[in-house]
């Protein structure tokens, strides 16, 4: 009697990538008390028909990068997990197929002011295999299984957003110059930006980037941050560099902290 086992390995991303199978757009959702309702894109890359099991799971985010599922009922955070509707549930995408997944924010009238947040994560379900060979030997099939997770945001109130930088330091790697950030945060809210580094001119002018980093959400459970930003050689031909924390997404155009660094 042939047999057959097929071994999954599951990989959860939180950072989506060109080459990966499912294409996602956006990567991350707002909404708010204006804005009750968003949509998530959808689009199978890959030659094979796909199913996805979408869920709503709450992390923690980690001080240094990444997330950590938690349990939300055992939870002191704000999650969004109680207040979020998802539709559909699963979907299943032939190749190039598209597919809107639609969100509902359900505010209730006593919502405490502040951010919620959970991540929508898109599950593949293991493909089903026929089996057509007859000479009783065991057959193994190994499936690399890879979720997806983005962050979605719910919101109440008043914004309420502030960063400064509590420390810069260059530090010297063998061959390489990097700087050591760590960005101090406060408020109900999580700011998105992008920490660049300008080399300053002569006349005090910004020149130059010599150092960047795209897409940082600084949230609230952590009040500090620390970044490592590898510099471009010509950082050191300038007498002082210009460290910016420059807002995008719902704060494009702010210039949410900004520090000289002295190389003198």
Do not use: W
């Not at 240094?64 to 599922?69: F, P, S, T, V």
């Not at 660049?196 to 795209?214: C, D, P, S």
Request: hydrophobic share 40%.
């Amino acid at each position: 009697m042939l047999k057959t086992i097929l071994i999954c390995i599951f990989f959860n991303l939180f950072m989506f990538n060109a080459k990966a199978e499912l294409l996602i757009s956006p990567t991350r959702v707002v909404m708010d008390e204006r804005q009750r309702s968003a949509s998530v894109n959808l689009i199978n890359t890959t030659q094979m028909t796909r199913t996805y099991r979408l869920s709503l799971v709450d992390k923690v985010a980690l001080p240094n990068g990444g997330y950590q599922n938690i349990a939300s009922e055992n939870s002191s955070l704000p999650v969004a997990s109680p207040y979020i509707r998802i539709s559909p549930s699963q979907v299943t995408l032939k190749p190039g197929q598209q597919q809107k997944v639609r969100l509902l924010f359900r505010r209730p009238a006593d919502l405490t002011d502040g951010e919620y947040r959970t991540h929508l994560t898109f599950t593949p379900l293991p493909r089903s295999r026929e089996n057509t060979d007859n000479n009783g030997e065991m057959k193994i099939f190994v499936e690399a299984l890879v979720s997806f997770s983005i962050p979605v945001l719910a919101r109440q109130g008043r914004l309420d957003v502030n960063v400064e930088f509590a420390d810069v330091n260059l530090v010297q790697q063998k061959a390489k110059k990097e700087l050591l950030v760590k960005l101090a945060r406060s408020g109900k809210h999580s700011p998105r930006g992008n920490l660049k580094i300008y080399a300053q001119t002569n006349t005090g002018e910004l020149g130059k980037i010599v150092g960047q980093l795209n897409g940082l959400s600084l949230y609230p459970e952590n009040e500090s941050y620390v970044k490592t930003i590898v510099l471009n050689p010509l950082a050191t031909n300038s007498k002082n560099l210009v460290v910016r924390y420059e807002g995008v997404k719902e704060f494009n155009g702010q210039i949410l902290a900004e520090q000289t660094l002295s190389l003198d």
